[in-house]
Nanobody, 124 residues
């Protein structure tokens, strides 16, 4: 079983930056593809970014392309989400998730383990 813990959220002004971290414990995440999702109040959880187990393949939802960057350090069992040029509509709870299957997925149902989430609030 993989335990995931997100950190790095907070309050930032529009145009600012944050870097989220997702640290794994109990098991290494080096064999897992990883994803970041977010959920705003009253909305469904949505896909933000994906990274393959090796880090060679990434994918983003259109609304964050060019602003967010997903990366991973398997030696540290940690995944990152660098968020630049933040907008008020990026406000949400951000979750990291681990996927045991070796293929790409942007569906929340394709991920096996989830963190507890970290709040990101972007003020206008």
């Amino acid at each position: 079983q993989v335990q995931l813990v997100e950190s790095g959220g907070g309050l930032v002004q529009a145009g600012g930056s944050l870097r989220l971290s997702c640290a794994a414990s109990r098991r290494t995440i080096s064999n897992y593809a990883m994803g970041w999702f977010r959920q705003a109040p009253g909305k469904e959880r949505e896909f933000v970014a994906y990274i393959s187990w090796s880090g060679t393949s990434t994918s983003y939802t259109d609304s964050v392309k060019g602003r967010f960057t997903i990366s991973r350090d398997n030696a540290k069992s940690t995944v990152y989400l660098q968020m630049n040029s933040l907008k008020p509509e990026d406000t949400a709870v951000y979750y990291c998730a681990a996927r045991s299957a070796p293929t790409y997925s942007s569906s929340r149902y394709g991920y096996d383990y989830w963190g507890q989430g970290t709040q990101v609030t972007v003020s206008s």
